[in-house]
């Protein structure tokens, strides 16, 4: 059964840091892209926030570009996202999702979310 899970979310002070997992199972995550997605309340989902790629490549958005690093554990099925110099604006529902494709994450009837994790940047 495909399944993505996230991890990691809490309450973090502008400025901070916190790292997110996405684990996935019930299929191989090498030959995959994942991606990070967002939505905080009222807003419409953002994103892609960022890209690990099959074979190691990445993509960021303008917004998290410098700040955010995505990585993958092909051996761990897992992929994380380390988020630094978080902002008040970055708090949101935090979601990992994959559609099947080496190095795209497109949003159709084939993509798989996980459940989200909640970040909240406050002081």
């Known amino acids: 059964q495909v399944q993505l899970a996230e991890s990691g979310g809490g309450l973090v002070q502008p400025g901070g840091s916190l790292t997110l997992s996405c684990v996935a199972s019930g299929f191989t995550l090498d030959y995959f892209a994942i991606a990070w997605f967002r939505q905080a309340p009222g807003k419409e989902r953002e994103g892609p926030l960022c890209?690990?790629?099959?074979?190691?490549?990445?993509y960021y958005d303008y917004a998290v570009k410098g700040r955010f690093n995505v990585t993958r554990d092909d051996a761990k099925k897992t992929v994380y996202l380390q988020m630094n110099s978080l902002k008040d604006e970055d708090t949101a529902v935090y979601y990992c999702?994959?559609?099947?494709?080496?190095?795209?994450?497109?949003?159709?009837?084939?993509?798989?979310w996980g459940q989200g994790t909640q970040v909240t940047v406050s002081s």
């Open positions: 890209i690990s790629e099959s074979g190691g490549g990445t």
């Open positions: 999702a994959t559609s099947f494709r080496r190095t795209q994450v497109v949003v159709d009837i084939h993509t798989t």
